[in-house]
């Protein structure tokens, strides 16, 4: 059995703390000083950036944006804004994806072919379709946010960006696998032309 590198160790421990990150600002709401939730975002921010391979220009929009966040969270210890926070990384996400779309290769085909996935025709349509379902789910997530941070109750925007969101995006990851493996059985039993 391999042990995983200190690198992939750095990266879980980021998506764990970021995933975490609802629920530390719930708990500190409570406590009336959101200042230790941006401190915390700061430095889960910094070990992401000085992950190796952390650097990629999506990866830089993602820090940058957490970063813009976490100061201004600082400065103001506005609830409001710690509650933005999600509405920011999906907005980054959806610009991210959206612009590849624009700009191709898109962002699944990128991903895929990093991972090195081979792609013919139909593989870069299917790709482009997956970047065009996770842009509606960034627009979708992004306004459930929206509203859970203006409008919600702390439980309900912590239960929605902490858990809700994270289990939404989950299921297209495995909805994505599924579909794909289906396609990939029906391109195989297809007769050769």
Same mark, same amino acid.
């Given at each position: 059995?391999?042990?995983?590198?200190?690198?992939?160790?750095?990266?879980?421990?980021?998506?764990?703390? +970021?995933?975490?990150? %609802?629920?530390?600002?719930?708990?500190?709401?409570?406590?009336?000083?959101?200042?230790?939730?941006?401190?915390?975002?700061?430095?889960?921010?910094?070990?992401?950036?000085?992950?190796?391979?952390?650097?990629?220009?999506?990866?830089?929009?993602? +820090?940058?944006?957490?970063?813009?966040?976490?100061?201004? =969270?600082?400065?103001?210890? &506005? !609830?409001?804004?710690?509650?933005?926070? %999600?509405?920011?990384? &999906? @907005?980054?996400?959806?610009?991210?994806?959206?612009?590849?779309?624009?700009?191709? %290769?898109?962002?699944?085909?990128? =991903?895929?072919?990093?991972?090195?996935?081979?792609?013919?025709? @139909?593989?870069?349509?299917? #790709?482009? #379709?997956?970047?065009?379902?996770?842009?509606?789910?960034? =627009?979708?997530?992004?306004?459930?946010? +929206?509203?859970?941070?203006?409008?919600?109750?702390?439980?309900?925007?912590?239960?929605?960006?902490?858990?809700? &969101?994270?289990?939404?995006?989950? @299921? =297209? +990851?495995?909805? !994505?696998?599924?579909?794909?493996?289906?396609?990939?059985?029906?391109? @195989?039993?297809?007769?050769? %032309?």
């Amino acid at each position: 059995m391999r042990l995983p590198t200190g690198r992939a160790v750095l990266r879980v421990g980021t998506v764990v703390l +970021l995933a975490a990150y %609802p629920f530390c600002v719930y708990v500190l709401m409570g406590r009336g000083n959101l200042r230790v939730a941006g401190l915390a975002l700061v430095a889960v921010l910094a070990v992401r950036f000085l992950t190796p391979g952390a650097t990629r220009v999506q990866g830089f929009a993602a +820090l940058a944006t957490g970063a813009v966040f976490a100061l201004a =969270i600082i400065a103001t210890n &506005s !609830e409001t804004l710690a509650r933005l926070y %999600p509405v920011g990384v &999906s @907005a980054t996400m959806l610009a991210a994806f959206g612009l590849t779309l624009l700009r191709p %290769p898109s962002m699944v085909e990128r =991903i895929a072919r990093a991972a090195g996935a081979a792609l013919d025709a @139909a593989g870069v349509r299917y #790709t482009r #379709t997956v970047t065009v379902v996770w842009c509606g789910f960034f =627009i979708l997530n992004g306004c459930i946010a +929206l509203a859970t941070a203006l409008a919600g109750s702390r439980e309900v925007w912590a239960l929605y960006n902490g858990l809700l &969101s994270y289990l939404f995006a989950g @299921a =297209i +990851l495995v909805g !994505e696998r599924v579909v794909r493996e289906l396609l990939r059985r029906r391109a @195989a039993r297809a007769p050769l %032309p």
